[in-house]
């Protein structure tokens, strides 16, 4: 079965401070990976994704996460909090052979000026 | 492409009512999710499908709640009777299947239920 955690519901940073959002998976197969960010009253948007290669990926607004297999996780970070960067963050997980995609809970960010 | 598109994006009803809310997914995608997000369980997978055909639902709360999708380029949800706890943001997502493709959200749909 697969599953992601996310540790920690709520994170408060300071601007300026690094960001780290955390993310573990479940998976019986090599999975995809993603991140999500949503902006109040707004759907889901992509922030990043892992499907092979290189195991540091990034992405949009500064973000990068690195997959890293021996430790089921898949962690978000960004060196630098903006206060434009508070919002819900959600990790997700697909299969390679399936299309099927499983959400963690959501990290609320927010970031303190 | 205008990506997801979903309507209404609000929609107040009273206890009772039934409601209905459509999904366009993006043009080529062929798997459709139905989401439902909530202050106290978060984002839940109701109903996917992939081809027009539902796949797994059983995230469907209850026989209240039935998903179509007639052609790949609609689908509805519909909850019939609607009660106060079906309150909610629902989302729409489309993906396309055996890709690297990730799941695309509409901007969902507000529901009260009063």
């Known amino acids: 079965a697969q599953s992601v955690t996310q540790l920690g519901s709520h994170v408060s940073v300071s601007e300026g401070a690094l960001v780290l959002l955390r993310c573990n998976y479940s998976?019986?197969?090599?999975?995809?990976l993603f991140w999500y960010v949503q902006y109040p009253n707004q759907g889901l948007q992509l922030l990043l994704k892992?499907?092979?290669?290189?195991?540091l990926v990034k992405g949009i607004n500064g973000f990068e996460a690195e997959f890293k297999k021996s430790e089921t996780s898949f962690h978000l970070t960004k060196p630098s909090a903006h206060m434009s960067d508070a919002a819900e963050y959600f990790c997700a997980v697909s299969l390679m052979t399936g299309n099927q995609f499983y959400f963690g809970t959501g990290t609320s960010l927010t970031v303190i000026p | 492409d205008a990506g997801v598109i979903q309507s209404p994006r609000h929609e107040v009803t009273e206890m009772g009512q039934e409601v209905t809310l459509r999904c366009k997914p993006i043009s080529g995608h062929n798997s459709l999710f139905w989401y439902r997000q909530t202050m106290m369980r978060g984002l839940e997978l109701l109903i996917y499908f992939n081809n027009n055909v539902p796949i797994d639902d059983s995230g469907m709360p209850e026989d209240r709640f039935s998903a179509k999708m007639p052609n790949a380029s609609f689908s509805t949800l519909k909850i019939q009777p609607s009660e106060p706890r079906d309150s909610a943001v629902y989302f729409c997502?489309?993906?396309?299947?055996?890709?690297?493709?990730?799941?695309?959200f509409g901007q969902g749909t507000r529901l009260t239920v009063v």
């Open positions: 892992y499907t092979t290669g290189a195991t």
């Open positions: 998976s019986s197969v090599p999975p995809y």
């Open positions: 997502a489309s993906s396309f299947a055996g890709s690297t493709t990730e799941a695309f």
